[in-house]
């Protein structure tokens, strides 16, 4: 580990002088591309410089305790400084971690109904209100791109993007079956009905990490349609791409522009696209381990909100909250940090192994 990281800080210290010449910063593509990778690592070469900082302090009141006069105060520098050595250790192992690439991105999020008809449809309803306060909190821009919404209110599909720091970051471990336990407002007698929503969350990507043929998307335009007032469309206006090598096909309906409709819908068909790749990359990887924490598989059930317990459980790290109100509020920090706390803990013992 600790040759890694002197070789890191020597590449620190490269990008250092890199980014302070005058030929550099005057090719701007080049300057930011080494900026990046300089703010990329900066956090573990400082981290490691406070450990040998840490170590040396050690070293030296080791030293010093041989000093009569200065036993009892290099005493306490140096079990201070021993102390510290394990943690500073730890949190170096940690930040040596690869960091996901698409981490910063935006994202693009489709909840679909599953299993349980009309509360199924509710359910999504309830996911996607859940998401918009959280974007909320979060101070993040919430876009809708697609919806099919059924005539209680719910949504048998929605599809939408979040702009902001670290939206897919925070957000990737929200993929998967969502199952919701309660008494729908429907039911007479009382009794529990479970039903499932599912939740994809994906990176959204730019035009030059994914490169589309022209040729080989079919374009439909129609009306657009909906609950009624602003979603009802005299025009064709709505767009249906279908790609058809993959058959991959995405809509968007929710701009009164057939222009703006067919760019997100481009953006939509990127970014399903770019999962694909992504998923076949990983895939090819020789002797990768695979976090157990998980995202992205749409058939895993990862979590359940027990309406009569008040209890959301997630099944991948064991944690329940006994908060529902507040959770479905956007109060989901909680239950994100401890997942992307496991998923760091997972990497870092397949990495010690």
Do not use: W
């Given at each position: 580990m600790f040759d890694k990281l002197e070789t890191v800080e020597k590449r620190y210290e490269e990008l250092t002088k890199l980014i302070s010449d005058p030929e550099i910063i005057a090719n701007q593509s080049e300057w930011q591309k080494l900026m990046k990778e300089h703010a990329n690592i900066e956090d573990i070469v400082l981290k490691f410089r406070e450990y040998?900082?840490?170590?040396?302090?050690?070293?030296?009141?080791?030293?010093?305790?041989?000093?009569?006069?200065?036993?009892?105060?290099?005493?306490?520098?140096?079990?201070?400084?021993?102390?510290?050595?394990?943690?500073?250790?730890?949190?170096?192992?940690i930040l040596l971690i690869p960091k996901d690439p698409d981490d910063?991105?935006?994202?693009?999020?489709?909840?679909?109904?599953?299993?349980?008809?009309?509360?199924?449809?509710?359910?999504?309803?309830?996911?996607?209100?859940?998401?918009?306060?959280?974007?909320?909190?979060?101070h993040w821009k919430l876009e809708i791109l697609n919806e099919n919404e059924t005539g209680l209110g719910g949504y048998k599909e929605i599809s939408f993007m979040i702009t902001g720091k670290s939206a897919y970051g925070r957000l990737k471990f929200e993929s998967g079956v969502h199952r919701v336990q309660r008494v729908p407002d429907t039911e007479s007698s009382g009794r529990i009905h479970t039903s499932t929503a599912t939740v994809a969350v994906l990176p959204v990507v730019e035009d030059v990490e994914i490169d589309i043929n022209p040729s080989d998307i079919k374009m439909?335009?129609?009306?657009?349609?909906?609950?009624?007032?602003?979603?009802?469309n005299k025009t064709s206006s709505a767009v249906r791409l279908i790609h058809e090598p993959t058959g991959i096909?995405?809509?968007?309906?929710?701009?009164?522009?057939?222009?703006?409709?067919?760019?997100?819908?481009?953006?939509?068909l990127r970014t399903k696209l770019y999962e694909i790749e992504k998923e076949k990359q990983d895939s090819e990887v020789a002797n990768a381990r695979k976090s157990q924490v998980g995202s992205g598989d749409r058939s895993e059930k990862i979590r359940t909100y027990n309406y009569p317990q008040g209890r959301i459980t997630d099944?991948?790290?064991?944690?329940?909250?006994?908060?529902?109100?507040?959770?479905?509020?956007?109060?989901?920090?909680?239950?994100i940090d401890n997942l992307i706390a496991a998923d760091r803990a997972e990497k870092l013992k397949g990495n010690e192994e």
């Open positions: 040998k900082k840490t170590k040396k302090a050690m070293e030296d009141a080791e030293e010093l305790m041989q000093d009569p006069e200065m036993k009892e105060l290099a005493e306490a520098e140096y079990y201070d400084s021993k102390e510290l050595l394990p943690k500073l250790e730890e949190e170096l192992k910063d991105k935006d994202i693009i999020c489709e909840i679909r109904a599953g299993a349980g008809g009309e509360e199924a449809a509710l359910f999504a309803g309830t996911l996607f209100r859940m998401y918009t306060m959280y974007a909320e909190k979060k439909e335009v129609y009306r657009a349609s909906g609950a009624g007032g602003q979603h009802i096909v995405v809509e968007c309906q929710t701009e009164r522009s057939q222009f703006q409709n067919k760019d997100n819908a481009m953006r939509m099944h991948r790290i064991g944690m329940s909250i006994f908060q529902m109100e507040n959770f479905l509020n956007g109060d989901i920090d909680e239950m």
